[in-house]
């Protein structure tokens, strides 16, 4: 099917290069009484025609959560394929849980028990950095509806990724965005915040692409850059969204044509959301849509 076809919300790219092939992973809905909740993928060797959806994780039986299963991510690391995602459940906060298999196509299973996010906080869309010391990280938010101002927050893992290293470390919220603005039909001071994904530009910058809502009450999804290039920043905002037209839950990387690309999902309607992709650019220490 095109990619256009493809209801899909939170679209995540992994570039496989050994085989030429693209794994386009996302949030899907559950349509049937009886169908588990989980993640699938599609695949695809020019990101526009694509194949699946095929399941690459159904839920256990004995696992803990038992809704909200959004924002997967699969990662190379390891010699491993981690899928990170977010779990909640009638009686447990919503939280991050790792998942690995020997192959992007799964079937994953879970690396712990338990989410390596707080066990009272309500988190969301985390993301998998390595940083130059070979340190695991792992980069998400804490929900606005707990916190009103949505926060991100960097918490160092284990590097078999089982547990958290010490307490997260709090990197921004939402509301220090020029481009953000707080929701409508809520008291004032309600921020969203989503879909973190750090990029490093090729001369060493580290940004993190991020999502809101705008002045107009449509997603948008701008640009952090850490001013001493670690990821504990400081974090520092561009004053303008990379995209302000109503898409969200963005990720960047490099297409096997060495081109750079953003795939977000837009509309954000539910059940509308198709994944949306865009040619960027490095341009300083920022990114940019390329004209």
């Known amino acids: 099917m095109k990619r256009s076809e493809i209801n899909l919300r939170d679209p995540f790219i992994l570039p496989d290069e050994r085989d030429k092939v693209y794994y386009m992973y996302g949030t899907g809905y559950v349509t049937a009484p009886d169908q588990k909740p989980g993640f699938s993928f ?19 039986d004995n696992f803990w959560a038992d809704r909200e299963f959004t924002g997967p991510e699969v990662h190379f690391y390891e010699g491993k394929y981690y899928l990170v995602a977010s779990f909640k459940s009638a009686t447990r906060s919503k939280g991050i849980q790792i998942l690995f298999a020997d192959s992007p196509k799964g079937p994953f299973v879970p690396v712990s028990e338990n989410p390596v996010t707080p066990d009272t906080w309500e988190c969301l869309d985390g993301t998998l950095f390595i940083d130059p010391n070979n340190e695991p990280w792992l980069v998400f938010c804490r929900d606005w509806q707990q916190v009103k101002d949505g926060e991100m927050f960097a918490l160092q893992l284990t590097k078999d990724l089982l547990s958290a290293v010490g307490e997260p470390k709090y990197l921004f919220s939402a509301s220090e965005a020029d481009w953000a603005s707080d929701l409508r039909g809520r008291p004032r001071g309600h921020y969203t915040i989503n879909g973190p994904f750090i990029h490093k530009n090729a001369d060493g910058t580290l940004l993190m692409s991020w999502a809101s809502f705008n002045r107009f009450g449509k997603n948008a999804t701008g640009i952090a850059r850490s001013m001493l290039g670690g990821i504990d920043g400081p974090w520092v905002q561009n004053s303008r969204a990379i995209y302000f037209e109503d898409g969200g839950h963005g990720m960047s990387f490099k297409a096997f044509d060495g081109k750079l690309m953003i795939i977000m999902h837009s509309p954000n309607f539910t059940q509308k959301e198709k994944p949306l992709l865009l040619e960027i650019k490095e341009e300083g220490n920022t990114l940019k849509q390329a004209r």
């Open 42 to 60: 599609y695949t695809s060797p020019d990101l526009e025609e694509w194949a699946g959806p095929e399941k690459c994780f159904e839920k256990p």
